[in-house]
């Protein structure tokens, strides 16, 4: 399967930079499901040599964009929507 993600960097709050990954996922039921497939995601990207400080996923639930991972990205992902893919990987 193909999944769409954006890698992005982008100036933190508290000053520097924060690199972060953002996956076109589809939920998968319950939280223990979405922590599996966030971290094997990120873990993917991360071996292909860029640099995750935090990552989400992005869904549809109920007709509803979702976010779920890092709660300060989480928050920002709230604020202004979904970034647009850059990259894709297969798993």
Do not use: C
Not at 22 to 32: E, H, L, R, T
């Amino acid at each position: 399967m193909r999944v769409n993600f954006a890698h992005l960097r982008e100036h933190s709050t508290s000053g520097g930079w924060v690199n972060f990954a953002v996956f076109d996922a589809k939920s998968v039921s319950g939280d223990s499901g979405n922590s599996q497939l966030l971290a094997q995601l990120t873990a993917q990207v991360r071996a292909q040599g860029l640099r995750v400080d935090q990552s989400a996923l992005a869904f549809t639930q109920n007709g509803r964009v979702r976010f779920y991972g890092t709660d300060t990205l989480v928050k920002y992902l709230s604020r202004v929507g979904i970034p647009g893919w850059t990259h894709s990987i297969d798993v």
